[in-house]
Each structure stands twice: as C-alpha cells, then as structure tokens.
C-alpha cells in the first residue's frame, strides 16, 4: 500500500470516529428524532419513555441506558441528568443529546469504559424538562442578545419558574434539625399536586418511581456546581450573599461538584462570567437563597443526591460554541455518573432471605439517613473512611456494623434482620383466649403511627 494511501485511510478512520455528531440546537421534533435515532442506533442498551406532558402538552421524553433496559437490577444504582428546566438554557440540552450520542457510539466501538458504565449503572436522561420555555427562547432565536437580560422561556407556559415550584421541604428540616424529627424522606404536603406544576408534578412522580442515588441538574448563566442546600435558613433574595447552609452530607457533596468543575475544561479556575468561585464549586444558599429548588427537594424527599450544573455565562450559546462546550464537559458528564459506584451499598434481607424494602440505613455522625429500595438494595454515598452503620426495619432487630469505604468501588455491606422477639404480653389473656397480647401490641404501634401522622399534618401546616 502506497503511503500517501495508508495516510489517507488512517485520516478516514479518524474522521469516521468523530464525525457522527452533529453540533446544532435541536427544536422539540428535532430532539425527539434524535432521541429515538439513540435508541434505533444502540436498541439493545436503550429505551424512551415519557414521565408526563409540558402545559402545551409536549412529552417530557427521558432516554435510558442500560444493559437491561426498563428492569431494575438489584444493587445497580440509578443516576439521571436533567436539563433545560429553565427554557432559555439550552446548553445542557444540547450537552445530554451529545452524551446520548456518545454513550451509544462508544459502547457500540466497545469502549471498555462506557461498557462497564452501562453494565454497573442505569442512566436516565432527560434532555429537556419545559420544551415549552425552550421554544419561547428558540423561536427569539439569535436575537436574544439585543434584550439583554429579558430572555424569554425561562418558565413554563404558566409563567412559572420551575426551580420554585417544588415543595418546600427545607423549613420542616430545618425545625426538625433543631428540635428532633425525620432528617430524611420528608413527606408531601397532603394537597402537593394542586400546587405544582404539570412539569414539577411529572418530575416528582418519577424520582418517586425510581430509587435514584445521584443526579445533576443542567442550567446555564454561570460557569459553577452549585450544591445543597439552596435555601438558607435565613432566606434571602438574589443579590445578597447570603449565609452558608451545609447539608449533613456537606463533604460529599463538595466532592461531588469538585469532580465536575476539576473534570471541566474550565469550571474549576473559578473565575468565570465575571464571578469568582473556589475551586468553581458553590454552596447554593452562600451564593443566593432560593425557595422551593429542585436538588433540596431530591435530597429531603427521596434517597437521590442532586447537584445543579451552570455550564455556561450565555445561556443560549450560538450553534458555532456548542463543539467546544461538549469537549469541556464530556469528561465531567462521564466522571460525575462514576461517583454512583462509591461508598457502601448492599441488600437487606430477612431470615428467610426475602428482601426488606424501606429499610432505614443511618450512618454514626450524618444526620441524614437513606432507604433500601423496593428490591430490597440500598446505596449510600460516602467519602472514604470508616463507618458505624445501622439498618432498622419495624419488627426486626437493627443490625449494626464498621465498615471501611476505600477511594474507588463500593463497599458491599449486606444486612440480615431478626425478627424481634415480641414482648411477653402485659395484659391478661381475654377470656376467650384470643390475641390480646397481639393485639395489644399492634394497638401501640396504631398509636406510634397516629401519633406520628398527627406530627407530620402539625409539621406540615408550619414550624413552631
Ligand atoms: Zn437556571
């Protein structure tokens, strides 16, 4: 073979290697095209499904990764990405059509390690979460600049802003933080659907559907990973520094938003958009309060760990930016989906091995406890280190154990529960020899739960 051939071949393969991916903003059919073009490319290891419908009726489509797609498996953690919750902030839709493409291209050219993501984790993308803001902010199009800071689509098509309109959970751990309560799985308010909106409720309905362990949520108009709490306990509005308000998990998750912003081909120099931020990483609240956000919510409401990404200073960067803003992420996008396979994770199971779900899992000295799943797994994300660890289930002995967390993959820490030996009756048999002792310890545990009830309506009306 003639050199200048073999140069010519070799150029070829390059080309074919990275050229598939086209760099353009993608309209609601175009995006829905290209989900479906995902799934028709890698069948195997794909599937679209729908959480719901936007005020205008668009599905909010989420794209599934997975060797066994639509199926749970067991100690398999779930992460997901949501992006373009804010319409006018396109670059993060635009970023998880990109990791679709790639996702499917690489383990189809068998890249061992996007093989070995999809076969250890289930990944849940949900490019756009109001398509109605989008094609507000879409049609306005390259124009944008001229109005300055009145960019259109932001909120949904009731004009309103998606990022306050989650139940505030904040205020009842905040009370209960201080006066003893719940510090995880907050309950919703009893009449939470009437007040969100179709988006939120879509949203709520699906992290409640699936046990998700760790999650982002892509915005734009800074260059920062932002993590919780995003309420301060002194609630300010935007423009006030406000004061710190660390979760009980406040380590981890700083880790979390420095593995973004250090895999970033910029987030972690700080300044960006004419803002300084170390190590590009933000406790939410220190940069501005706000109300009713998204990751507070994940974090309070179910066992899911959620960052907010903003990936860029212009939020509706030009088509001619979007190759180098997918270069600066697509390694981030990658590292942060790998930290779902750290700390501990493991089955709780009963004496006959059936599997125990909602089963308490508290860690000595963090005051924020996570729940086995409906297949009985649980998943707690932990920095390196060793641990005191507990799992509770009603009715059962807990079971606690050290373990040690090492840097790189989960600790498998299994929990086999016995069942408590039930208390010597204290009241005298009835004389028809029945179940008084049963029952009356059945009776306490009504009163535990009517007594707990009464806790949550009182919580929920407001703190004291
Ligand atoms: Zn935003």
Redesign the pocket.
Known sequence: MSDLLSVFLCLLLLFKSVAPVTFRHHRYDDLVRTLYKVHNECPHITRVYSIGRSVKGRHLYVLEFSDHPGIHEPLEPEVKYVGN??GD?VLGRELLLQLSEFLCEQSRSLNQRVVRLLQDTRIHILPSMNPDGYELAAAQGSNRSEFGDRLVGRNNAHEVDL?RNFPDLNTYIYYNEKNGGPNHHLPLPDNWKSQVEPETQAVIQWIRSINFVLSANL???AVVANYPYDKSLEHRFRGFRSTNTPTPDDKLFQKLAKIYSYAHGWMHRGWNCGDYFPDGITNGASWYSLSKGMQDFNYLHTNCFEITLELSCNKFPPQEELQREWLGNREALIQFLEQVHHGIKGMVLDENYNVLAGAVISVEGINHDVTSGDHGDYFRLLLPGTYTVTATVPGFDPETVTVTVGPAEPTLVNFQLQRSIPQAPTVRRTPSGGQGGRAKVQSRAARKDAAEMRETRRLQRGPA
Do not use: T
């Open positions: 919750m804010h902030e990022n915005h734009g108009g």
